[in-house]
T-cell receptor
Framework: NAGVTQTPKFRVLKTGQSMTLLCAQDMNHEYMYWYRQDPGMGLRLIHYSVGEGTTAKGEVPDGYNVSRLKKQNFLLGLESAAPSQTSVYFC?????????????FGPGTRLTVT | AQTVTQSQPEMSVQEAETVTLSCTYDTSESDYYLFWYKQPPSRQMILVIRQEAYKQQNATENRFSVNFQKAAKSFSLKISDSQLGDAAMYFCAYRSAGYGGSQGNLIFGKGTKLSVKP
């Protein structure tokens, strides 16, 4: 049971380049999330998904796209990277329940855009 | 919209002593959940403790306990017998109750960096 995994763990991009971050979970969770963490800002929600084939915008969606083609995977794409997207990116997943089950987090991806 | 505020960017505690981290939140909802997450230098987010708003009893997990004051919208974390391994960023988070849509989304505070002195 690997929980939530993220690929890659580190990446350096040049301005204008594109990339995709992959998140995978093996807990059969319905909900998946992408956050970014910046110093002094806490974690901010980029996009989320409440099930396979569905996605929705979070607090800071601009410059990112996502896809959830399979229940266990949630992809985050940067089409044209900008230095403002330098951050640590976290994926998380949780059950679809009103009972307030916690989110389980991946180990994070440190992205630097030069 | 709900907000979560952690007013202490940094805190320090002596090993074996007790420290309390503050968190306040703003919401018009009556049913919700509150969490404390720990983020050590490894960067991994680890759930420390969880509180249901409908429960009056404060949650406890070993050396970690909360002081949940619903009327005051306050949710502080107390760490007793602090250990070197407790040094980390601590995030307070809010989640609405209910199914579907954005109900499961977490709203995070900006975090408190806790240092533990030997």
């Amino acid at each position: 049971n690997a929980g939530v995994t993220q690929t890659p763990k580190f990446r350096v991009l040049k301005t204008g380049q594109s990339m995709t971050l992959l998140c995978a979970q093996d807990m059969n969770h319905e909900y998946m999330y992408w956050y970014r963490q910046d110093p002094g800002m806490g974690l901010r929600l980029i996009h989320y998904s409440v099930g396979e084939g569905t996605t929705a915008k979070g607090e800071v969606p601009d410059g990112y796209n996502v896809s959830r083609l399979k229940k266990q995977n949630f992809l985050l794409g940067l089409e044209s990277a900008a230095p403002s997207q330098t951050s640590v990116y976290f994926c998380a997943s949780s059950y679809d329940s009103p009972l307030g089950y916690e989110q389980y987090f991946g180990p994070g991806t440190r992205l630097t855009v030069t | 919209a709900q907000t979560v505020t952690q007013s202490q960017p940094e805190m320090s505690v002596q090993e074996a002593e007790t420290v309390t981290l503050s968190c306040t939140y703003d919401t018009s909802e009556s049913d919700y959940y509150l969490f404390w997450y720990k983020q050590p230098p490894s960067r991994q987010m680890i759930l420390v403790i969880r509180q249901e708003a409908y429960k009056q009893q404060n949650a406890t997990e070993n050396r970690f306990s909360v002081n949940f004051q619903k009327a005051a919208k306050s949710f502080s974390l107390k760490i007793s017998d602090s250990q070197l391994g407790d040094a980390a960023m601590y995030f307070c988070a809010y989640r609405s109750a209910g199914y579907g849509g954005s109900q499961g989304n977490l709203i995070f505070g900006k975090g408190t960096k806790l240092s533990v002195k030997p």
